[in-house]
Antibody, heavy 118, light 107 residues
C-alpha cells in the first residue's frame, strides 16, 4: 500500500525539542522531493520545509529557520523533522507530504500533533 | 511573500448547485497554483494541479481555471461528499503559501 505514516508528536515545553518521523511505503521514496506542512488546529495550512530527493538541498519557511532541520534516510525510506527551540506558535498538526513532478503535494500522511505548552 | 486570498471564506449550497471558489494572488504567479480538498479530521487531498489539470481519480465535476493573479475552482454539481474545506496553494517561488480556505456546507 502506498502510504506515509508520521510519528513522534506530543506535548513539549517551550524551548524544548522534538523529532518527527515519517515512514514511506509503496513507492520509490528516493525519487521524490518531500515536505513537511503544518496546520494550526481549525486553521489553515503552512508549508514548513522541503528536501530534495538525495537530501542535498533543503528549504525552510522563515519562521522555523535555524530551529528546525529536515532530513531523510533513503535506505530506511524515512523523512524526519528535528524541531528545537519550540514555541507556542509551533503548536500544530504536522503532515509529511510527497512532492510530485509538478510541485504539488500529491500524497499526505495522517498527521501528528505537536503541542508546545508549559 | 506573495499572499493568497480566497473567497468566500464559507458558503452553503444545495445538492446539485454549481459552486465557485476564487483565489487571488497578490502578484502574478502564472499557472503555478494547486487546489486541495480537506475533509474534517483528514489530511488534504490534491484536486487540481497547474491551475487547471485534474488529478487522477478526482471526479470530473471539479475543474480549475485561471492564470496570473486570479483563479477559480468550480464544482459543477455539488454532492454531499464534497462537504469539506478547499485550499489553493501557490508554488511559483518559496515559501509556498496556501489560501486561508473556503468551507463548503450543504444547505
Amino acid at each position: 500500500e502506498v502510504q506515509l505514516v508520521e510519528s513522534g508528536g506530543g506535548l513539549v515545553q517551550p524551548g524544548g525539542s522534538l523529532r518527527l518521523s515519517c515512514a514511506a511505503s509503496g513507492f520509490t521514496f528516493s525519487s521524490y522531493w518531500m515536505s513537511w506542512v503544518r496546520q494550526v488546529p481549525v486553521k489553515g495550512l503552512e508549508w514548513v520545509a522541503n528536501i530534495k530527493k538525495d537530501g542535498s538541498e533543503k528549504y525552510y519557511v522563515d519562521s522555523v529557520k535555524g530551529r528546525f532541520t529536515i532530513s531523510r534516510d533513503n535506505v530506511k525510506n524515512s523523512l524526519y523533522l528535528q524541531m528545537n527551540g519550540l514555541r507556542g506558535e509551533d503548536t500544530a498538526v504536522y503532515y509529511c507530504a510527497r512532492v510530485d513532478r509538478v510541485w504539488a503535494f500529491d500524497m499526505w500522511g495522517q498527521g501528528t500533533m505537536v503541542t508546545v505548552s508549559s | 511573500d506573495i499572499q493568497m486570498t480566497q473567497s468566500p471564506s464559507s458558503l452553503s449550497a444545495s445538492v446539485g448547485d454549481r459552486v465557485t471558489i476564487t483565489c487571488q494572488a497578490s502578484q502574478d504567479i502564472s499557472n503555478y497554483l494547486n487546489w486541495y480538498q480537506q475533509k474534517p479530521g483528514k489530511a488534504p487531498k490534491l484536486l487540481i494541479y497547474d491551475a487547471s489539470n485534474l488529478e487522477t481519480g478526482v471526479p470530473s465535476r471539479f475543474s480549475g481555471s485561471g492564470s496570473g493573479t486570479d483563479f477559480t475552482l468550480t464544482i459543477s454539481s455539488l454532492q454531499p461528499e464534497d462537504i469539506a474545506t478547499y485550499y489553493c496553494q501557490r508554488y511559483d517561488n518559496l515559501p509556498w503559501t496556501f489560501g486561508q480556505g473556503t468551507k463548503v456546507e450543504i444547505k
